[in-house]
């Protein structure tokens, strides 16, 4: 069975703070898909990035990183410099199928920016 | 606006009645999907479809549960007999469904409140 945790529920930082969320994946399968995903108060997910699991390199997108690690089954989020936009809930995600069926979901975990 | 959308946006109903979502994917996206999303939870998966034909089901669609994706285009998710652990955040999602694994991109939701 496949599983996302997301240990963080809450997550509370002033503004410029860096800020790292942490993902925990199981799965038997070698070929999978990460992703993030951003719920802000509106409601609307947001995608922000797909991992495939063979490509291990770290990816940086502004002030965005992802750290993905096969050797811990982890795949976190770095948010440097946070901004109050930041705040929202963040989604780990994760998918088994290449054909893009279901997303398997953590519990999400609030972040809140405060100026 | 070329994004998912869905209609309601919210929908309030008494228990025993029956409801209808609708969901409108991107045009060229030919794979949609129904997620549920209760309080502090993270998307469930419901039911996914491949052009009209509905490939996926997850065992939170029960038998009060129907979808139908006509032609291919929108999707319909009803509800029979709504009893009160209805109440949720119905998200539909749709992706391209051919080549590489493509990102599902999701709507803003139909919020239900069950009374």
């Known amino acids: 069975a496949q599983k996302v945790t997301q240990a963080q529920t809450e997550i509370s930082v002033v503004e410029k703070e860096d800020v790292t969320l942490d993902c925990v994946y199981e799965t038997r399968d070698t070929t999978y898909y990460l992703f993030w995903y951003k719920q802000p108060p509106s409601g609307e997910l947001v995608f922000l990035i797909r991992?495939?699991?063979?490509?291990?390199q770290n990816e940086i997108s502004g002030r965005y990183s992802w750290n993905f690690q096969k050797s811990t089954s982890s795949f976190n989020f770095t948010i440097t410099a946070s901004q109050v936009v930041d705040s929202a809930v963040y989604f780990c995600?994760?998918?088994?199928?290449?054909?893009?069926?279901?997303?398997?979901f953590g519990k999400g975990t609030t972040l809140s920016v405060s100026s | 606006d070329t994004g998912v959308s869905q209609d309601p946006r919210h929908k309030i109903t008494k228990r025993g009645q029956n409801v209808t979502f609708r969901c409108d994917p991107i045009?060229?996206?030919?794979?949609l999907y129904w997620y549920r999303q209760t309080l502090g939870q993270g998307p469930e998966f419901l039911t996914y479809?491949?052009?009209?034909?509905?490939?996926?089901k997850s065992r939170l669609l029960s038998d009060r549960f129907s979808a139908e994706r006509p032609k291919g285009s929108f999707s319909t998710l009803e509800i029979q007999r709504t009893e009160q652990g209805d109440s949720a955040m119905y998200l539909c999602?749709?992706?391209?469904?051919?080549?590489?694994?493509?990102?599902?991109?999701f709507g803003p939701g139909t919020r239900l409140t069950v009374l």
């Open positions: 991992r495939n699991s063979f490509d291990e």
């Open positions: 999602a749709s992706s391209l469904g051919s080549g590489d694994y493509n990102e599902q991109f």
């Open positions: 995600a994760l998918s088994v199928d290449q054909a893009g069926t279901a997303l398997i």
């Open positions: 045009s060229e996206h030919n794979r």
């Open positions: 479809f491949q052009n009209e034909a509905q490939l996926e």
